[in-house]
């Protein structure tokens, strides 16, 4: 697959979009009231072309990683330094225009290529849209489809765009004052400019700016960096203390508000924002490190912190407060986690009840990949469970019906091992790395017993079947090459 082909793939489906959804990518936002039909027609076209942005952003992400990046970097130095080289000996010599044309030659072709690239990157980043959420939103669309009240419409507020600091950046934290050795660490680039400016202008007028001068200059200046920077950096570390210097940011990006009237009467509000930490930790360590003299730790964690609220009618629902309050006097468990927070509000006409639910994940380096969302089962749990089933005394987890479900999802369950075990052999599949004993629990009662099941699997069904298990579904391709070389 050449470097062209997933650029062409996302321009092709860009320009099959209508022309709502054009303007939609571009804005990366959408905003009013509309009929279900209608959103849902218009956001199912739009996640065919997510699909095409998750393939996009897989492949480039794939290719440009750190290491390929440094070789390029480490290329570019050597071949900047060995013509400059030719350039300040080849003075002495009658072949001084081959140095010349070599060094211009060099940094105007890199300062193109870094433009045309500035430029793709732009072009190209107008038609990303962050795809995760559909896999929430549209199912959700469906069910209110089917419960809103007739000639109502829902009310949605909706953004694709990346979590960004320019427009999402809420607070920042830092347990020091001022850090001016970063300053120096990044002044590198104007002593290269400065260097590389000087050099042209002494080839264009050499009487004016000799040329001899970047001679002298050049160690100077190299030698004057390290110097400053090493004693900035002991003052810094002396006068901030022994202890690392941290610096958070907090940013906050509104993610969607789906806002619906329900036929039995219930106002229906989910509200989901990311909120996502950024931390920066600077270690006093005076050693050559990735051509640094500090050691610098980045991390992130990121949530999805989703609120849901349910008002309903007293028409409809006849309670007291405090019959209300004695359903609702306990909060629910999603996925086997408690929600993080409840809060009844009573009232004449109606009651209500908010939840808060989290799901969060944390990583290395300040880049988020992917973001956390609550899985639709998740959602549905915490609207059935937290709502419906407590306001209209429906069996809770504990009645006999439910353990009489229980007990038939668990015969189904001991079925599907059966059969598998009459074609594997059972294998400890935590010795795939991110799998543990919940996860095999899990993939053992939908009867994935073994590496060469996983490896002879489609990588679409292995990862919907994640994706039904509530287990991280993007790395199902991960664990399927991990089982294929167990197996």
């Known amino acids: 697959m050449s470097n062209q082909k997933p650029r062409q793939a996302l321009n092709a489906a860009f320009r099959q979009l209508s022309a709502e959804n054009k303007s939609l990518v571009r804005r990366q936002s959408l905003r009013g009231e509309f009929t279900p ?76 290529w870094k433009t045309i690239a500035w430029i793709v990157r732009l072009r190209m980043k107008a038609k990303l849209i962050e795809t995760d959420g559909f896999d929430l939103l549209l199912p959700l669309l469906l069910l209110l489809d089917d419960e809103i009240a007739p000639q109502s ?10 979590v960004g600091r320019s427009k999402h950046q809420v607070r920042t934290q830092k347990n020091y004052t001022l850090l001016t050795h970063r300053l120096i660490v990044r002044s590198w680039i104007g002593l290269v400019l400065s260097i590389a400016t000087y050099s042209i202008l002494s080839m264009v007028n050499p009487q004016l700016f000799p040329q001899v001068i970047p001679l002298f200059v050049l160690p100077i200046l190299i030698v004057f960096y390290v110097f400053i920077y090493m004693i900035v950096f002991y003052i810094a570390g002396s006068a901030f203390g022994p202890s690392p210097k941290v610096k958070a940011r907090f940013l906050k990006a509104p993610r969607m508000l789906v806002q619906a009237r329900l036929a039995d009467g219930t106002l229906f509000q989910a509200d989901l924002n990311h909120w996502v930490i950024q931390k920066t930790a600077f270690k006093k360590k005076v050693k050559f490190k990735n051509f640094q003299l500090h050691k610098k730790k980045k991390k992130y964690k990121a949530k999805a912190v989703m609120h849901l609220r349910l008002a309903f009618p007293q028409k409809r629902y006849k309670m007291h407060s405090k019959e209300f309050e004695k359903k609702f006097d306990q909060k629910p468990f999603v996925a086997g986690k408690q929600v993080a927070k409840m809060k009844l509000k009573p009232g004449e006409k109606r009651q209500t009840v908010v939840y808060q639910h989290v799901k969060a994940k944390q990583g290395t380096g300040h880049d988020v990949k992917t973001l956390p969302y609550p899985t639709f089962k998740q959602f549905t749990q915490l609207v059935v469970e937290g709502g419906y089933h407590r306001l209209r005394n429906e069996p809770q987890p504990s009645s006999p019906q439910t353990n009489k479900a229980r007990a038939m999802q668990k015969n189904e369950n001991r079925v599907k091992i059966e059969q598998a075990e009459a074609k594997y052999t059972r294998d400890n599949l935590t010795l795939i790395k991110g799998v543990g004993r919940t996860t095999q629990i899990k993939l053992n009662n939908e009867g994935v017993i073994a590496f060469q099941q996983i490896a002879e699997m489609e990588l679409s069904d292995f990862e919907e079947m994640l994706r039904h298990l509530d287990l991280p579904f993007r790395k199902a391709r991960d664990w399927q090459n991990q089982a294929k070389s167990l197996a």
């Open 153 to 162: 419409q829902i009310k949605l507020d909706l953004y694709l765009g990346k």
């Open 37 to 112: 039909q209608k959103l849902l027609e218009q956001l199912s076209e739009l996640k065919l072309y997510a699909k095409k942005v998750s393939d996009y952003q897989a492949f480039w992400r794939k290719k440009n990683t750190r290491e390929k990046k440094n070789t390029e970097n480490t290329w570019f130095i050597l071949f900047i330094v060995i013509t400059g080289v030719i350039f300040l000996i080849g003075q002495s010599w009658t072949w001084d225009w081959l140095g010349q044309i070599l060094f211009g030659s060099t940094i105007l072709v890199s300062l193109v």
